[in-house]
C-alpha cells in the first residue's frame, strides 16, 4: 500500500540511545512584529539578537518550534499553535525541542523508490508553509539525500503503518522517518 502524503514537521519521539523522551521544551524569545508563521514541527534559528525564525534548508537548527504564548493587543495571554505572522508582543515566547540528542519523525518529500540504504545519510529540510487553522507545520525532509553535511541525519523508519512501506517504486515515496538534528546550534562552537 503506498504511504500517504500528509506532513506535520518534526514531531518529538524519542532521544538518541533509548534515552527518556521528555520532549521538553525550552523558552525562547519571537521578536515582537517578527514576520513569517511559525508552526508547530517547524524547524527554528537562533538569529543574532537572540530571538528565533523559521530556519530554512541550510540553516543551523537550534530545534523544533512545539507552540508560543504571547499578549496580544486586547491585554489578553494567547497560548498558540503557531506564530502568527507580523504580531505585535513585548513578552513573546516560543516553546523549542532543542535538545541535540532529541529524534523526530518528519515525512519524506521523496516521491520515489525509499530503501534501507538511506539510514545513516543525511538531508536539509524542505519547507513548505503549515495550517493556519491546525498551526500544524507542513516541513517535510528532502528527498535529496546523501553523505554530505546537512540539516539532518536519518535514523531509521517510522512504525506507523501508513507511513511505513519501503521499496522500488512509487508506494515508498513519503515515508515517515527517524531524524536527528545533525547540525545542531548547541553542537556547534560558533555563536551567531
Known sequence: MANKDAPFGLKPVGQVGSGYNTAGTTEYSIASGAS???????????????????????????????????TDSNGDVIYSAYWPDGTVSSDA??????????????????????????????????????????????????????????????????????????GTGSQSGNVNMIVKINEHFYAQTAGV
Do not use: H
Not at 37 to 64: E, P, Q
Not at 114 to 123: C, E, K, R, S
Open 93 to 166: 515566547v516560543a516553546f523549542v525541542v532543542d535538545d541535540p540528542e532529541a529524534l523526530f519523525e518528519v515525512q519524506s518529500a521523496a516521491t520515489g523508490s525509499v530503501t534501507q540504504t538511506v539510514v545513516g545519510l543525511n538531508a536539509d529540510i524542505a519547507y513548505t508553509s503549515g495550517s493556519t487553522k491546525t498551526g500544524i507545520s507542513a516541513v517535510e525532509i528532502s528527498g535529496t539525500m546523501a553523505t554530505t553535511a546537512a540539516q539532518l541525519r536519518i535514523i531509521g523508519f517510522s512504525g506507523d503503518p501508513d507511513n511505513n512501506s519501503l
Open 36 to 70: 513569517g508563521n511559525i508552526f508547530s514541527g517547524d524547524v527554528v534559528k537562533m538569529t543574532s539578537t537572540g530571538t528565533i525564525l523559521v530556519a530554512a534548508a541550510g540553516d543551523l537548527a537550534l530545534g523544533v518550534f512545539r507552540g508560543c504564548k504571547y
